[in-house]
């Protein structure tokens, strides 16, 4: 249970959500239909999580009443622009502070035609697509430029899964959504498994390619998430893998081959990359630098920072990050940057370096993997 977990589960209970655990499952009944003018505000809390903020905005601002959106650490300083210039073309009033939170969205939204740039992240559109598949409305969202294409995929398929109206898909510029002549139903019961994590386990396959052997099981190999990528980068730098229907077990190769790879659909991939390239003979190319920019912290350059101190030169040229792999990889302090994925990638790197490495405000791993390091210990790692 990460903090983005509970911010998620935070948020659906200030839409009038019942949630329960009941051993290894969540049961969750929605009350969202029924809470409008219940209370003249709501505020939801969306923690460090730029998803909640992106996906939740959307539907919040469904209701016909004021709901107040806040959050804490880095995304305070994440820009929330979108919602400023697309919301009002959906009725909706927005207040902001100078396009960051605090927002303030007063809807009811009415799904329009409207067109958005994909550039910054897909989480805006995945937002859109729930709320509009509420509307029932014949609209079409036209979209410009979108980056990170697997993860509409994936949103499609979980609105598919759960019964809502799914709009046409063309070639990803435009999402067409037709009015139903029959209402859909929401009142049924619907039963799902959550996915393996490809984004995590990526340090962890990562891991086993620079350090050892390490077996990982829950991960789908037809999953749409875009991490799911990594396992082409390995092909490419000959590590030693092994793919089987249930799990998925990876060594320490003698010899990493340097490798060239797109992320600019999988930014999230960027640390673990790193961690790689820095075991790889030769120069790694990894493009998709832009992506980096409005993560837990500037990602391009805290890797770069911190994988320095560690003796692992990165250079970054435009959109291009280049990572000179090494066979002398100190152990020395760094600093998370309060980001989960770079104190993770540090943890990776570390395993073979020469001496002890102290990764500094290492609690950054709580956003999303609270059990990131118990796993290392599980498998051997020393800490």
């Known amino acids: 249970m990460s903090n983005d977990d509970r911010a998620a589960i935070d948020i659906i209970k200030q839409f009038g959500a019942s949630v329960l655990f009941k051993n290894d499952d969540l049961v969750i009944e929605s009350k969202f239909s029924t809470i409008n003018n219940q209370q003249s505000i709501i505020s939801i809390n969306c923690e460090e999580s730029g998803l909640s903020l992106r996906m939740f905005t959307p539907i919040a601002a469904l209701l016909n009443q004021t709901v107040n959106i806040i959050g804490a650490g880095s995304l305070l300083n994440r820009p929330a622009t979108f919602f400023d210039e697309i919301l009002p073309q959906l009725s909706v009033r927005v207040e902001s502070n100078n396009g960051k939170l605090p927002l303030a969205i007063k809807g009811a939204l009415l799904a329009n035609d409207i067109s958005i ?33 697997p993860y509409i995929d994936l949103t499609l398929q979980v ?33 799902y498994t959550v996915e393996g994590d490809w984004s995590n386990a990526s340090f962890l396959l990562v891991a086993g390619a620079v350090a050892g052997s390490i077996t990982i099981k829950g991960l789908s190999l037809n999953s749409s998430q875009a991490d799911k990528a ?9 590590a030693d893998i092994y793919i089987e229907a249930n799990e998925i077990n990876i060594s320490n190769a003698k010899t990493l081959k340097s490798f060239d790879f ?26 998709g630098v832009s992506r980096l920019k409005h993560k837990e912290s500037n990602r391009a350059f805290s890797l770069q920072q911190e994988f320095a101190k560690m003796g692992v030169e990165i250079i970054l040229n435009d959109d291009i990050m280049l990572v000179k792999g090494t066979t ?31 990764i500094l405000h290492a609690d950054a791993i709580n956003k999303s993997y609270p059990k990131f390091f118990e796993d290392l210990e599980r498998v051997g790692v020393s800490m």
């Open 262 to 287: 797109d992320a600019t659909d999988c930014p999230d991939l960027f640390p673990p990359l790193v961690a790689l390239a820095s075991y790889c003979n030769g120069t790694s190319n990894i493009k």
């Open 117 to 149: 740039d994909g550039s910054l992240s897909s989480q805006f559109l995945t937002g859109l697509l729930f709320a509009y598949s509420f509307t029932n409305c014949d609209a079409v969202i036209s979209v410009a430029d979108l980056k990170s294409k």
């Open 328 to 358: 002398n990889i100190k152990g020395s302090i760094v600093d998370s940057h309060n980001d989960h994925r770079i104190a993770m990638a540090c943890a990776v790197a570390a395993l073979k370096a020469n001496g002890r490495t102290t």
């Open 230 to 238: 990594i396992l082409d980068v390995f092909k490419m730098s000959d």
């Open 159 to 191: 609105m598919q899964d759960f019964g809502l109206n799914i709009p046409k898909n063309n070639n990803y510029k435009e999402f067409v959504f037709a009015k139903q002549t029959i209402a859909q139903s929401t009142n049924q019961q619907t039963n």
